[in-house]
């Protein structure tokens, strides 16, 4: 399967398996990992989060959550004083339509997670 094509020069070929094989990608970036050097690997780990943090949109289909953002500015309600903790999450019909590698032991397919936490939040 090739899939994941930011543009005609970058995509990904998937083996008997598709994107979201949990096995199949972990497989595939242990080798990656395990072919790297220390040095290059946080050069390239440095580099992949100062490009993002950036707004950097070079990536292809990964969308860009910082590029719009201005620089040192909070939501007017932000409390400096609290524990502020931001949770970013996914739907659970993105899970269940991949398959049942993906069910995990806190997600019950019939609730929804992030009302889950913010109500564990609230508590």
Known sequence: MIEEGGDLDHYALFENATPHDIKYRTQQMLKAWNSSSKEELERKGAEFFEKRASGYKGYGVIKSFTGNQKQGLLPEKWDP??????????????FAAIGEQWKIQY?????????G???QARE
């Open 107 to 115: 997600m019950d397919l019939s609730s929804k997670v992030c009302g």
């Open 81 to 94: 004083e609290a524990h502020n903790v931001v949770i970013y999450c996914s739907s659970e019909d993105k």
């Open 117 to 119: 936490f913010l109500n």
